[in-house]
């Protein structure tokens, strides 16, 4: 089946620092990806569509200076958590839909647990 | 716009009985219904999705689902639980008018409901 791989699994970095995270679809071609950011015991919040070859959508509220998005080719998506703070520690999660598989459900990544101190 | 409600922030079973985990949606026209599992630390894992024809939709895990356009329903169900079972259940939908490119593919999703069966 279509396998998203997401990286790192986890990271601690330090306050003011930046944080890359890789989205890769590895058997299939995702011209989309959805960047989500889930805080504890709580639902997924969407944050931002990627978009191959274009600027990323993001959601209201969310600061596109502060998460750049980046989707550069058909199997791969970055999300950089810039000059990071605590408040920004959570978990990221990145899905991407197969539209070459007709109605096919999204595909997620195991997601990223971002620690800043 | 989507929407879709989870009522339930946790559902507690026993070991071998049956469970629902309930969830409703609202689309402006005919709705594309998933549900999703996810495990501490993990992504999603796709169950099981309603795109038509059947009402009554089988999944993985020997989960199933029911589709009630009259009362915009889509509950969960397993006849037999299991403690493995236990997990955040995860309810969504998709407008199946929206294009499968770009945003349309975008799903909104319930708040979550966390399933806990014990022995």
């Known amino acids: 089946g279509a396998v998203v791989s997401q990286h790192p699994s986890w990271v601690i970095c330090k306050s003011g620092t930046s944080v890359k995270i890789e989205c890769r679809s590895l058997d299939f071609q995702a011209t989309t990806m959805f960047w989500y950011r889930q805080f504890p015991k709580q639902s997924l919040m969407l944050m931002a569509t990627s978009n191959e070859g274009s600027k990323a959508t993001y959601e209201q509220g969310v600061e596109k200076d502060k998460f750049l998005i980046n989707h550069a080719s058909l199997t791969l998506s970055t999300l950089t958590v810039t000059s990071a703070h605590p408040e920004d520690s959570s978990f990221y999660i990145c899905s991407a839909p197969n539209i070459q598989a007709y109605n096919s459900p999204l595909h997620f990544g195991n997601g990223t647990r971002l620690t800043v101190t | ?119």
């Open chain 2, 1 to 119: 716009a989507q929407s879709v409600a989870q009522p339930e922030d946790q559902v507690n079973v026993a070991e071998g009985n049956p469970l629902t985990v309930k969830c409703t949606y609202s689309v402006s026209g005919n709705p594309y219904l998933f549900w999703y599992v996810q495990y501490p630390n993990r992504g999603l894992q796709f169950l099981l999705k309603y795109i038509t024809g059947d009402n009554l939709v089988k999944g993985s895990y020997g989960f199933e689902a029911e589709f009630n356009k009259s009362q915009t329903s889509f509950h969960l169900k397993k006849p037999s639980a299991l403690v493995s079972d236990s997990a955040l259940y995860f309810c969504a939908v998709r407008d199946m008018g929206g294009e499968l490119t770009g945003g349309g593919n975008k799903l909104t999703f319930g708040t979550g409901t966390q399933l806990k069966v014990e022995l």
